[in-house]
Structure formats: structure tokens, C-alpha cells
């Protein structure tokens, strides 16, 4: 039997041990930021609901900086969850708090006053603040033409603190801050004459300028500068240093430069592209395609001319249309709607047609019972161009105006602020370009009356094409030589 004493000492080893083993455990470090995003993984992601940088359409969700995260998390190998601020005070706040997000993708300027709450990642795009005023007043062109006017910038912004360092050298230079507003409210209120000036960026001007036809630049405010991704004050450094080298391959590999090209490249510009280009395409390019429509149109119940009016609208009537997003095809249908509508090959003109059909009766299906025709056709064509989400929401807005909610007269009025922020944060989907399908079941409707006429029976005639198609009665002078187009 052993003896007390080396019992004793025996225990006294162990609890040694165990000592020395909790010890370790409370030095051990605990995980890295990317360490724990991996182990979660999940991407929690703070952004802005703007154009520019993330909101949903009828692909879903969509921005640039929404694309460009997305990346990023497919990279890590994690979901992605994005979260939307309020305003930049907003952001900045809740970036790293407990459980919340770990990184601020919302086209941020590294500036002085930032860099006490965030740490800045490499840059991925150069942008230029702009002083932008309205046409048909006198043009700033330096800082002291800045005196005088009513200037509103977003608070806490990059742009809010340039004036606020102008100031020191201008002291006669007044402006206002407002957190209820975002870049797209202060162009449209620069284009209506509801304040002088705005300092915004290159990138978000040139994105939203087409929608604001009365909006100039004057002149640019200081250099160029950065934006970049930010994460949370600290030491830790283990995700900073995973965006930078994303960032890093993202530019080598040439994925950084096509997404810049996607969004900032050029304009989309939807809208009546006039009655003699029309005119033309009616002769040229809808005898190609005319038996489909009328064959779609007849197996869903449509008329053929409605059907041919959305395809014109959508494509211009070219089968190998391809929109920024990836929408393809005569009836431009994302991958995900012609899937669902039996499309294997979008660039199929008949097969574009017989989806884009089989879609539009799906999106008036979906419309409540309330809304009757001929109201019920602008809804459906309304959310085949937004999304049944963003049309609700105009719905609701509508309702709360006291006006009729199942009248597309009275929706189309509201549709517009689904693209402002003191009414879009009201929303359940968020910020929409709502003005576009307005002008998307205006110019449809157009399309439509046009179609209509020119196949009406008294003018078919003996017009008829060498294949054999139908040929809509259009004359073919050029509109110079008629005394006016052909409507």
C-alpha cells in the first residue's frame, strides 16, 4: 500500500500539470479576424444602399461594390451577408462591433478624419470630387464662385470635411450636412433647382448623370483620390492583409479593370430612340422576328404587337443584345428568369420571345387581384422591368399617399422615390431605379401605339416582304423629306 507521502506528492505532481495546463490555455491567443470569419463562414459586409455600391434590381442584387465583395467572399470561401448603414456616422459606428460587420465596402475616400476609425485598405479605384451645378446658371469654376450659394453635401463624408478645410481658407463659404440624403437625392436636387451646388465624386456623377439632364460639372475640388475597403481600428491585420492581396489579384488578372468597365464605362441610356430610327427598324428588322411574336403571343394569350413593343424596348429587336449585367438576348432575360422559363439558348430569337412571353404572363399572374386591365398590363410591364418587390413597395408608398394604389396612374408618380432615400428607407427592397420603369412602360406604350397603327388592315395592302413576311405600312421617306415623322 502506498504510503500517505507519496500519494500526496502524486496529487501535488497532477495538480501541477493541470496548473501548468490552464496556464498555456489562458496565454493561448485567440483567432484572428479571418480565422474567425473561416471558421464562422460567414463575410459580414457594412455598405451604402446606393447605386454605386449595392442595391437590388430585377437580377437581384446588384452595385459595384456588391460585385466586388462578392469576390471577395467566394475567394475566402464564405457567405456573404450585407448589411446597409443608414448614413457614414452610421457606418463607421457599427463596423467591427460584436457580431457585427467586419469590413465597410461602400466607396470610401482613406481621409484624415477617417483614419481614427478605420483602417483603409489598398486602393481599387481613383475617383475626382466634382463641384456640380445646374444648367443655365453661371459656372463655378474656383473655390471663391462657392461663396454665396446653397451647398448641401452627405454628412460625415469625405466631401464635408474638403469644405470644412476650404472654409479655413474661404471664411465666407456656408454649406449644410444631412444624413437623410444620398448622393443620388442631392444630383436630383442640383438638376431641380432645389440647391445651387453638391461636391460628389467622378464615379457616382458619371453613373447617375444620364437621369439628371439639367446637372453640369463645374470644376474639380483638389486632386484625385482613393477608395478603398475599411475595417476596424486595431492590431489585427490578418483580413487587411487578406484584401489587400484579393485587391492585388483582382487588378493583375484583369477582373478589377471589366467591372470598372461594366459599371463606369459607359451609359445606359433607356429611352425613345426616335420615330424615323423606328420607322426603320419596323421595315429592316421586325419581318424577321414578326411570326414569333404572333405565335408567343397566341400561346400565352398576348397581343403580338404589346409582345413586339417589350422586345424593341429591351433589345432594339437585335437577338445578340447583351446589357452591362449580363441580360442577354432579344427579350434581354437574365440567366436565372430563361432557366426558369424552359430557355436554354437566350440568343435564340424564338426561344428569347416564347420566355420573355411565358415571363410576362408569369410577372401578371403574380399582380394582385385588385389591379384590373388596362392597368394591370403597365404593372406587369413594370415588374418585368424592377421587380414585383420594388413595385410593392411603390404600391405601399402610394397608399400612404392617400392615392390608389391599383392605378398606374397614380404609382407611376410615386415609382421615382424609390430612388430617394428618405423614401426608399422606408422600403422593404430599398433603393431602385425607380424612374426606369416609368419611362420603360411610357416608351412601351408608345411602341405599342405605333405597332398598332401601322397594322391596322387598311394599310397591310399589298405590302408584302420577297419572304414573305408581313411588312407594317411605314413610309419610307427620310424624315426631312416628310413634314413629320411617321407616329
Known sequence: MPSPYLIGKRYAGWLSAIGLLLMLS??????????????????????RNSPATYFQDRNGETGFEYELVKRFADDLDVKLEIQTADNLDD???????????????????????????????????EVTPQIVYRNGQRRPSRPADLVGKRILVLKGSSHAEQLAALKVEVPELQYEESADVEVVDLLRMVDEGQIDLTLVDSN???????????????????????????????EDSSLLDQVDGFLRRSQDNGSLQ????????????????????????????????????????????????????????????????TSKTGVRGLMMLTLRTAQA?????????????????????????????????????????????????HLEDARKLTEAEGLDPNKWLDVQKILPRLSQKQ???????????????????????????????????????????ESGLHVPGVAKDHPEQQDKAPL
Open 91 to 125: 457606418l463607421f459606428s457599427r463596423l467591427g462591433q460584436p457580431n457585427g460587420p467586419v469590413l465597410a465596402a461602400a466607396g470610401l475616400v482613406e481621409s484624415e478624419g477617417r483614419q481614427q476609425s478605420a483602417r483603409f485598405s489598398i486602393p481599387y479605384l
Open 423 to 465: 423614401w426608399y428607407s422606408k422600403t422593404r427592397y430599398g433603393y431602385a431605379r425607380g424612374g426606369e420603369p416609368v419611362h420603360f412602360v411610357r416608351n412601351i406604350r408608345r411602341y405599342y401605339d405605333i405597332l398598332t397603327w401601322v397594322t391596322q388592315p387598311q394599310l397591310e395592302g399589298s405590302q408584302i416582304a
Open 204 to 234: 457616382e456623377l458619371a453613373m447617375n448623370q444620364v437621369y439628371f439632364p439639367n446637372v453640369r460639372v463645374g470644376f474639380d475640388l483638389g486632386d484625385s483620390r482613393n477608395l478603398g475597403w475599411a475595417i476596424a481600428p486595431g
Open 258 to 321: 471589366r467591372l470598372k468597365e461594366r459599371y463606369y464605362g459607359h451609359v445606359d441610356v433607356l429611352g425613345y430612340v426616335g420615330a424615323y430610327t423606328f420607322a426603320q427598324h419596323l421595315q429592316q428588322r421586325l419581318p424577321r422576328y414578326e411570326k414569333h411574336f404572333r405565335k408567343a403571343a397566341q400561346e400565352h394569350g398576348l397581343d403580338w404587337r404589346m409582345l413586339a413593343a417589350v422586345g424593341y424596348q429591351e433589345s432594339l429587336w437585335q437577338p445578340g443584345a
Open 341 to 389: 422559363m424552359g430557355v436554354s439558348d437566350r440568343l435564340n430569337p424564338q426561344q428569347s420571345i416564347q420566355g420573355g412571353a411565358k415571363y410576362l404572363v408569369h410577372v401578371k399572374e403574380q399582380l394582385p387581384e385588385s389591379i384590373q386591365e388596362p392597368d394591370r398590363t403597365w404593372f406587369a410591364l413594370a415588374s418585368y422591368n424592377v421587380g414585383g418587390g
Open 26 to 47: 489562458g496565454c493561448a491567443e485567440p483567432p484572428s479576424s479571418l480565422e474567425r470569419i473561416k471558421e464562422e463562414g460567414v463575410l459580414r459586409v457594412i455598405t
